[in-house]
Each structure stands twice: as structure tokens, then as C-alpha cells.
């Protein structure tokens, strides 16, 4: 079974108690830091806050060179930039007595960590309004976070659910039904298809072997991975491309001074086939087979459908290619023929439950953990309509 089929060590109902506490403190300290907006209003607080930021970078640049024995001219220019902040602000804004009084401050010939330590004291209200911005957004992102931990329990919850339900599914299926009525068809195709396409791989050239690997890109049941762009070109402008895969395998293992006897450019096929050994040797039929436990019977449907197509490209070119395609409408049919999805519950509950699964099912652990999670489900989604994104 897959990771989440087996024992959860949260409780869904305890993990959603948590989350769902977050959200409510979120929310209220989002309003509490509305409120203190609100209580000076937004406009307000912008100005005083720009201003604070204007005066707070002029110390950073210049209080270590205008205190004490400074230099005149930087001490000059810092004061002009004090007196300009000042006289610029409006004759109503607030804290505007803060900010004459800490323009007097600094308006003296001489600076000393003492007037910082006035100037910084006399700020105190101004960057208590200051904050009340920063806390609002913070908040907002403390409660966006809170949401967004909520919708991120919910997907892994449903993953949870439809993985317990299967663990039902299969628990309840009939160990005894005899799946060899599907399992012989498909190992039948499985083995043909496996056969036919490492002589196709054998006796196609390079070239056209990437080429039909290449095409299957339009059929996403069959999951070939692509060609590496540089290989494909390789083999494509190359003469060395007409030679079997296997062959440029072989060659990829000769030296610079060897392959100079069989291949024109021997640094192109250094560079673009040596460095792809690994995806070259990966390259075998496990995309065209079906497999075991076999899918469900739409799944079977569309794949059988794509394989059809994929096998029929290079069934031709191999000998009893016929046969693989005979076989695989064997296994087309198994829907239409037998009680498949039966038989393939039968299947995976003998592949995929083992003793500690089936003493979960036994005992109700695994109904009581399904009916947790979809708790916790519905109060998490009911918490989400009741808390909406801002």
C-alpha cells in the first residue's frame, strides 16, 4: 500500500482542532490590527510612517559621521535633509510636534550619543503608529498562511480518504475469485510486447528507434520518456545514426583513436551518446505493457487504445509481430468477457494487503480513521466558508 494507506500517526480530528484554532487567532489579531488603523485612519498613518522611513534612512547614512567631531560639510548636508523632511510635512499631520522637536535636536553644532538617545525616545510614538501598518499586513499574511494551511490539510485529506476507501474496497474483496482469467492474458501480451520490442530495438537504426519513441509523446498512457534534444539531433545528421542502438552503445565505450575506424566524427558521438548511456540502457518496453494488478476497466480502455496505435509502429518490422497485437486485443476484451472489476479487486487485495492491513480492517481501525478524516474534512471546509480569503 502507498504511504498514506498506512497508520496515520496524526489524529485528523486533533490536526484540524490545531489549524482551526490558528485561523480564529489570525482572524482576531487581523481585527485588532484593523482597529488600530482604523482608530487613526489609513492616510494618516502613511504619512507619518514615510516620514519616519525618511528620517530613519538619513540616520542610518549619517549619524556615525556627524556625531561628535564630525566632518562640517557631511554635517551640513545632514541637517538640510532633517530641515527638508520638516518643513515639507503638512501643518496637520500627526505627531508633528515629534517631529519640530527632533528637528531641534539635531539642529545643534555639535552631536553627542545623548541627543540620539533624546531624538530616538522622542520617535516612540511615532514608531508605535508606524508599526500599526506593518502589523496589519503581517497579520493579513498570518491569516492567509492560516488559510492556505487549511486548504493544504484538506487536499492530503482527501488523498487520505480515497486510500482508506480503497483499503475497504479491497478488504472486502474475494481472495478466492480466480484472477488467472485476467492475469494470463495480460502476461501473455506483457511478454510478447516485451519480446517484440527488443528485436525491434536490436534491428531498427538508432535513428529510428528515437524516432518512435518520439512519436508516442501525443499518447500520455504510454510513458516513454522523450529523447534528449542533442541525441535525437545526433542521430538524426549523423551516419552513425543508421546503425542499431546497441551498436553506437558498443561504440560509445571505444576510445577517441578507435572510433576514428568507425564513425566519421568521433568527439559528436562522444559528446552526444556517451553522456546518454543511462537513458539508452532505460529503454526498454515497460511503457507498452499493462501490468499487474491490471488498471481499472476505463483505464484499460484508453491505454489498450493508445498501445494499439504505439505497438502497430513497429509491429511490422518484427517477426510474429501479429501475435503482440492479437494479444493485446485478448486483453481489449477481458472487460466485455469477464467480471473484471471483480477479478482486479481480487488482484491488488493479494498484491497490496498484507497482514497488518487486514488486522486493521479486522478490528475498525480503518473505518474509524475514514469516518476522522471526512470529520475533519467537513469542519475544515466549513471554517473556510466562514473565514473567506481577504
Not at 479491497?170 to 506483457?190: K, N, V
Not at 499518447?219 to 546503425?243: C, Q
Request: hydrophobic share 35%; net charge negative; glycine share 2%.
Amino acid at each position: 500500500m502507498s504511504d498514506a494507506a498506512r497508520p496515520a500517526t496524526d489524529d485528523p480530528r486533533a490536526a484540524a482542532d490545531t489549524l482551526l484554532t490558528e485561523l480564529s487567532a489570525a482572524r482576531e489579531a487581523l481585527e485588532r490590527a484593523r482597529d488600530r488603523v482604523d482608530a487613526v485612519g489609513e492616510s494618516e498613518l502613511r504619512t507619518v510612517a514615510d516620514t519616519y522611513d525618511d528620517l530613519t534612512t538619513l540616520f542610518d547614512r549619517y549619524e556615525e559621521e556627524v556625531t561628535g567631531d564630525g566632518d562640517f560639510k557631511t554635517f551640513i548636508e545632514f541637517q538640510s535633509g532633517i530641515a527638508a523632511i520638516t518643513e515639507e510635512l503638512p501643518e496637520d499631520v500627526r505627531h508633528r510636534d515629534v517631529f519640530e522637536r527632533v528637528d531641534d535636536l539635531l539642529q545643534q553644532r555639535r552631536l553627542t550619543e545623548s541627543d540620539w538617545e533624546k531624538v530616538r525616545s522622542a520617535l516612540d510614538p511615532v514608531r508605535d503608529d508606524a508599526a500599526r501598518l506593518d502589523e496589519r499586513r503581517e497579520a493579513r499574511q498570518r491569516y492567509a498562511d492560516a488559510r492556505f494551511a487549511i486548504e493544504r490539510r484538506l487536499d492530503a485529506l482527501e488523498d487520505r480518504i480515497a486510500d482508506r476507501e480503497d483499503l475497504q474496497r479491497l478488504g472486502d474483496a474475494d481472495l478466492d475469485a480466480p484472477t488467472e482469467r485476467l492475469r494470463d492474458p495480460i502476461e501473455t501480451y506483457d511478454d510478447r510486447v516485451r519480446e517484440a520490442f527488443a528485436e525491434f530495438r536490436s534491428s531498427a537504426s538508432a535513428r529510428e528507434l528515437l524516432e518512435f519513441v518520439a512519436k508516442t509523446d501525443s499518447f500520455p498512457l504510454v510513458d516513454f520518456e522523450s529523447p534528449p534534444d542533442d541525441l535525437r539531433a545526433y542521430v538524426e545528421t549523423h551516419e552513425a545514426g543508421e546503425e542499431p542502438m546497441g551498436q553506437l552503445l558498443e561504440y560509445a565505450d571505444y576510445s577517441k583513436s578507435k572510433l576514428d575506424h568507425y564513425v566519421n566524427d568521433p568527439d559528436a558521438l562522444k559528446r552526444n551518446v556517451s553522456t546518454r548511456r543511462t537513458y539508452l540502457r532505460r529503454l526498454d518496453a515497460e511503457p507498452l505493457t499493462v501490468g499487474w494488478p491490471p488498471p481499472a476497466a476505463e483505464t484499460l480502455r484508453y491505454q489498450i487504445r493508445e498501445l494499439t496505435s504505439v505497438v502497430a509502429r513497429f509491429a511490422d518490422h518484427v517477426e510474429d509481430g501479429d501475435e503482440v497485437l492479437v494479444a493485446l486485443r485478448r486483453v481489449r476484451d477481458l472487460p466485455r468477457e469477464t467480471d473484471y472489476e471483480r477479478l482486479r479487486d481480487s488482484a491488488q487485495a493479494r498484491e497490496q494487503l498484507g497482514a497488518a492491513e487486514r488486522d486493521r480492517l479486522a478490528s475498525g481501525e480503518v473505518a474509524e480513521e475514514l469516518a476522522a478524516c471526512r470529520d475533519a474534512v467537513e469542519r475544515l471546509e466549513d471554517a473556510l466558508e466562514e473565514y473567506p480569503p481577504l
